[in-house]
């Protein structure tokens, strides 16, 4: 049966397996689901689940980290490191984050999908050109229209959001203490996201 087959290993066999996954994650350019995987090397997605919280054990001391997101899995560099790779790569300009751009960004976090409407409706002000700049630096992404009038483009963050903020998935965000939030109002105040305060620079 499918379901027996990698699913009891040798020591052997398990560090090879977590070594083709992590190969297999390294060259993907975007997240991979298990089934994928287990498609590729021939296990059950069981197999592979297991073989990824190993592997994810492995590197949490190491420069790379496993991150799921949306149902798939990804090799991402370890978010407390960002500020190296920034400076190695020479992207620290195009990492910094006016505060329109994260009062933007918060809205989509926690009620994407959302249109441009709705977040122009909680800010009080045309958002065009912020978004903009969120899908620029991919920090968004378009999912979609809405089946409201005029069929609005729907925004939600993108696997780079989670890794820009050094979030293992969209459940680690901040407890949201306003219920306004839920509709598009306007709130009282923004709810904070785990910033560092370097990228506030405007």
Do not use: C, W
Not at 107 to 129: K, L, W
Not at 132 to 141: H, M, P, V
Not at 191 to 200: N, Q, S, Y
């Amino acid at each position: 049966m499918a379901e027996e087959k990698g699913s009891s290993l040798d020591h052997t066999q398990q560090i090879n397996l977590e070594a083709s996954i992590e190969a297999l994650l390294f060259v993907s350019p975007s997240a991979v689901s298990t089934r994928q995987i287990a498609d590729v090397i021939g296990v059950t997605p069981r197999v592979v689940e297991k073989a990824l919280k190993s592997l994810g054990s492995t590197l949490k001391n190491r420069g790379i980290r496993i991150q799921k997101s949306r149902g798939g899995f990804q090799l991402t560099t370890a978010p407390e490191y960002a500020n190296l790779v920034d400076n190695f790569l020479n992207l620290e300009s195009t990492a910094k984050l006016s505060q329109a751009s994260l009062e933007t960004l918060a809205i989509i976090a926690y009620q994407q999908p959302v249109t441009r409407p709705m977040i122009d409706s909680v800010r009080g002000v045309n958002s065009d050109s912020v978004i903009k700049s969120l899908l620029s630096k991919g920090l968004i992404e378009e999912a979609g229209r809405s089946e409201s009038p005029g069929r609005p483009i729907l925004y939600t963050t993108s696997p780079e959001f989670l890794q820009h903020f050094g979030l293992s998935s969209l459940k680690d965000l901040p407890a949201l203490s306003l219920p306004e939030m839920v509709h598009p109002q306007i709130p009282a105040e923004q709810p904070e996201l785990p910033l560092d305060p370097k990228i506030l620079n405007e």
